[in-house]
């Protein structure tokens, strides 16, 4: 193995969110074949966590425990397979797709721009933003399981629905192969922009969030429902529900994971009291209490 493996590593630094307990310990692949290699070494029953721009994700405060698979700055490679598709591995920001698209004058990726995530994140959760979702423009993922085993995966063989994809528990994604339209560059830099643009004027792209925290409800919008609930500025702890935006949670400095998890869990009690609609969050909880 060629990556750096790290013991006991505080994750709170690889969160947007600011937050979260130590790793028992991260791997840093050098590339796919030295995380086939570094997978295939672990034993069977190795607890897997992967870990890309650390948006989307909530890391309680005693940490994970077994290993963290850290994509950021690793699995990037992005190549055009032919005139419409594009490779991309799972360690690549979003952003980057939409702009490699851009200048390869192809369409349908704009979206990504305004998801603040890898495009392995992205897949896992069919992450969306400004009326397009992730899967809509999947061809085919490449899979990677425990083992070190990769197989290729088509569309079909996958359950898509709202922030949610069903497949093989077993099984992360590796690599992915989006099918898109030949555009004009042009027009492509000027979508990327009005959605950089609104992105900038309605959500805390400055401040320590995860993204949005809650899905939307069928017809209706978490953001509205919590701001009628009068919770914008609502502060628990260091964990403040954002002024700017009701869906989104800020680290107002120093705050804890249960600081957040249990503000979290009030504005759900709170919409559910006043509307009688129970929020299902988008964002991930994952690792052991303090």
Known sequence: MTGVLLKNEPLAKYTSWRVGGPAEQMYLPAGKQDLINYLSSLPKQENIFWLGLGSN??????????????????????????????????????????????????????????????????????????????????????????????????????????????????????????????????VSQAKIKAILEKRALTQPTNKPTCGSVFKNPPGDYAARLIEACGLKGYQLGRACVSKKHANFIENMGNATALDIETLIEYIQQQVFERHQVKLETEVCKVGVPL
């Not at 192809?106 to 069919?126: R, V």
């Open 57 to 186: 994700l909530l890391v309680r405060d005693g940490g994970i425990t077994g290993t963290v698979i850290n994509t950021r700055g690793r699995l990037r490679d992005m190549q055009l397979v032919d005139a419409k598709k594009v490779y991309v591995e799972a360690g690549v920001p979003c952003a980057h797709v939409a702009r490699f698209s851009t200048e390869n004058g192809l369409t349908g990726a704009e979206f990504l721009a305004g998801i603040p995530g890898t495009m392995g994140g992205a897949l896992k959760m069919n992450a969306g933003a400004f009326g397009s979702e992730t899967w809509n423009i999947v061809d085919q993922v490449e899979m990677i399981n425990a083992q070190g085993q990769v197989t290729i995966r088509m569309k079909e063989q996958f359950k898509v629905a709202y922030r949610s994809v069903e497949g093989n528990s077993d099984e992360w994604f590796l690599a992915v192969v989006l099918s898109l339209k030949k555009g004009e560059s042009r």
